[in-house]
């Protein structure tokens, strides 16, 4: 059950509400969406009556809803969620492209292919900082010296800054280099992590996790809804399969599931679903064409000596190439990219 008030409605209501609720022993919290209180509780629609919740003046509507997913559900919200990064909407009318390499591995290298994925179209500069890594010898990632290359490539592209967050601890952190927070597939279910970044004021990025079912994908979402950040995007990047070609099993069906059952923006990474370079194309056009609002691909100046993932990351080359035939299927998907069709012509992939 969803009890959404007026956006003025007075302390007292709220309150009055929270008490009924709390002495019936039903489950009652407070949280908001677009800036109107809601309070989220177990209490079932027969309930109502008995409670007279309906009969508090501010409260605007009661919604029924079922699944453990609430407020992401297009039950509780029916028009698509617009998530605003300053001047860029993701979940609007234009397809945003994140892009840059897995890893923030030296100044050189970030700003490097800062310039190059901004030449390119791609509006956000995504980065690992920090590293979440199957072997604890591998490369980490530089940290907080990463997070201050991110901002200084921002500073001398304009884009925006996407990168992870691995604990509690370091959102804060995070948080103030960042535009968009990551919240990683390994992560997906770190539930005082989503608790954490559901207490901030800046977009997260959600990835499904390998193993996650679209419920248990979208519950993890609503996590960060409940604790009042209301700015998700969600990301499919791909699942376990039996599959022995790519690392994961790009699901595709994901993005039109998605785009039924939830009101928030999906993008898709298909670099890491694939797992190899030479799939990220047909992968990111199926995606466009499936509906995802967006497209986080991995590109690095020299895959070859990547200290992370360069098998599936894009050469400059590579990219351009992808982002020209992105642009041809404006069109065909009714939405265009970000960057003018007229500015991706002038790149040379010679």
């Not at 969406?33 to 989220?40: A, G, Q």
């Not at 309906?54 to 698509?80: C, I």
């Not at 009101?263 to 030479?278: E, K, Q, R």
């Not at 069109?331 to 991706?344: F, K, T």
Request: charge should be neutral; glycine fraction near 8%; charged fraction near 25%.
């Amino acid at each position: 059950m969803l009890i959404e008030f007026n956006r003025f409605a007075p302390e007292k209501d709220i309150d009055l509400v929270l008490g009924r609720l709390n002495d019936e022993g039903v489950l009652a919290f407070r949280t908001r969406s677009n800036m109107n209180p809601v309070i989220v509780s177990t209490l079932k629609v027969d309930g109502l009556k008995k409670l007279n919740i309906e009969g508090v003046a501010s409260v605007q509507r009661v919604v029924e809803v079922s699944t453990p997913f609430k407020l992401a559900s297009r039950a509780f919200k029916k028009t698509d969620t617009v998530v605003k990064v300053d001047n860029l909407e993701i979940g609007g009318d234009k397809i945003h492209v994140m892009a840059g390499p897995c890893a923030v591995e030296s100044r050189e290298q970030l700003l490097k292919t800062a310039h190059t994925v901004k030449a390119c179209g791609a509006t956000f500069l995504r980065g690992g900082a920090f590293k979440p890594r199957t072997s604890p010898y591998s490369f980490q990632g530089l940290n907080e010296d990463g997070l201050k290359f991110l901002a200084e490539a921002r500073t001398l592209t304009g884009l925006k800054i996407v990168t992870e967050v691995m604990d509690t601890r370091s959102v804060q952190l995070v948080a103030k280099y960042a535009d968009v927070l990551q919240i990683g597939a390994r992560n997906m279910q770190n539930f005082d992590l989503l608790k954490e970044v559901g207490r901030v004021s800046k977009p997260v990025l959600l990835k499904r996790g390998a193993n996650a079912t679209i419920e248990e994908f979208l519950a993890a979402a609503e996590y960060v809804l409940a604790g009042g950040n209301e700015d998700v995007i969600l990301c499919e990047r791909g699942v376990r399969g039996v599959n022995e070609f790519t690392r994961y099993t790009l699901d595709i069906a994901a993005v039109p599931v998605l785009k039924k059952l939830t009101h928030l923006p999906v993008v898709v990474d298909p670099s890491h679903a694939t797992g190899h370079w030479n799939y990220v194309e047909p992968m990111a056009m199926a995606s466009l064409a499936a509906g995802a609002d967006g497209l986080i691909i991995e590109v690095h100046p020299e895959p070859e000596k990547a200290l992370c993932d360069g098998a599936q990351s894009l050469t400059p080359k590579n990219f351009t190439v992808l982002m020209l035939r992105l642009a041809g299927l404006q069109n065909s998907v009714c939405r265009d990219l970000a960057v003018p069709d007229m500015h991706l012509q002038q790149l040379d992939i010679s």
